[in-house]
């Protein structure tokens, strides 16, 4: 995602960086014809993870959790599997085997949500499944 303006984030898939927070700063960096980035940072594996979750997870249509392994490396344990199904029992999420999304209740509680597929780490886990 690219974000423009004053303080706006944006990340590549593997950097995520900033503007200036500066109204002053921005302005003259677009002046002078530079971008106006504050900072970035390279997401490690369990960051570049917790994104695509947090992000996908507030898409509408939710994300594709099959891909996401793919891209990371993982293995989802049978147990994460099973929190899957007591967020559908209560109503938080829609599970079709390859895509997972928010369900109306579920997005106005989503952090909390989100927390709960991969805390403790699925990392951690994932890595432990054969």
Avoid at 27 to 50: K, Q
Avoid at 72 to 99: C, K, M, N
Wanted: aromatic share 10%.
């Amino acid at each position: 995602y690219r974000g423009f303006g004053v303080g706006a984030h944006s990340f590549d898939c593997a950097t995520r960086f900033w503007n200036t927070a500066s109204l002053e700063d921005y302005s003259a960096a677009v002046r002078s014809n530079r971008l106006p980035v504050a900072d970035s940072e390279t997401l490690t594996r369990s960051m570049r993870l917790d994104e695509r979750f947090m992000l996908g997870l507030r898409r509408t249509e939710g994300f594709n959790i099959h891909l996401v392994a793919e891209e990371l490396g993982i293995r989802y344990p049978s147990e994460w599997f099973g929190r899957i199904e007591e967020l559908q029992d209560a109503g938080l999420v829609s599970f079709d085997g390859t895509h997972l999304k928010l369900t109306a209740a579920g997005r106005l509680v989503a952090t909390g949500v989100t927390e709960d597929l991969l805390w403790p780490t699925l990392l951690s886990t994932s890595e432990a499944t054969p």
